[in-house]
Every structure is written in structure tokens, then in C-alpha cells.
């Protein structure tokens, strides 16, 4: 089973872009059939699939946050990572990466494997 840990700021300001990086250990992200999400929990609220990078690379998306989010891969280092543009004091939250064996969106599934511990994000000026 692989394992996943997030990294990145615990604090970003309203406006800012938001990044956030997931190493993967125990196995590749280029693995057949592999997808690797990252998932939010706000506060008081459930789970909130945000999107995929899969792995052959090509990238899926909430469509509720497709213009602000982008996630890229890095073979070399096995890491995929988050960048959310443009955040709002509305998104602290807890951001989360897993892993599935093909795209899953519901971010409350059993499909996902394995998950990182998660990063917690205050968004303030």
C-alpha cells in the first residue's frame, strides 16, 4: 500500500495561490491505472473531491473549481501537486491527498486506498 504526506504553507492570504505538495513513498505515481486527488474538508463540512492528475498525467477537475486549480506531476521526485489560484477566506480547510485505482470523484468513497494525514489551511490577511 502506498503511503502519501502533504506539505505546504499553513497560512496563505485572501487573493493568494495556494500550493500544495504530495510525496508519494511505497509506489509510483506513474503506476497503471493509479489517480491521485486532492480532497478538502472546511470546517463543519464533508469531504470535497477537487480534482485528479492520473498516470499517464493527464489532469481532472470539480467542475466548480476548474479555473482556479491546476495539478501537475513530478516523476522524478513521485509528487503531484495542488496550486489553487485566487483563494477566497471562505476555503481554509483541511487539504487532503489520495490515491485510487481509477478516477473516482466522490470524495467520501471507499475506492480510495490510501490517503495523506492532511494540511490544515487558514486562509487571513
Known amino acids: 500500500q502506498v503511503q502519501l504526506q502533504e506539505s505546504g504553507p499553513g497560512l496563505v492570504k485572501p487573493s493568494q495561490t495556494l500550493s500544495l505538495t504530495c510525496t508519494v513513498s511505497g509506489g509510483s505515481i506513474t503506476t497503471n491505472y493509479y489517480y491521485w486527488s486532492w480532497i478538502r474538508q472546511p470546517p463543519g463540512k464533508g469531504l470535497q473531491w477537487m480534482g485528479a492528475?492520473?498516470?499517464?498525467?493527464?489532469?481532472y477537475y470539480s467542475p466548480s473549481l476548474k479555473s482556479r486549480t491546476a495539478i501537475s506531476g513530478d516523476t522524478s521526485r513521485n509528487q503531484f501537486t495542488l496550486q489553487l489560484s485566487s483563494v477566497t477566506p471562505e476555503e481554509p480547510a483541511v487539504y487532503y491527498c489520495?490515491?485510487?485505482?481509477?478516477?473516482?470523484?466522490?470524495?467520501?468513497?471507499?475506492?480510495?486506498?490510501?490517503w495523506g494525514q492532511g494540511n490544515q489551511v487558514t486562509v487571513s490577511s
Open positions: 489520495a490515491q485510487s485505482t481509477g478516477l473516482n470523484t466522490i470524495a467520501t468513497s471507499t475506492r480510495f486506498g490510501s
Open positions: 492528475i492520473n498516470y499517464s498525467g493527464s489532469t
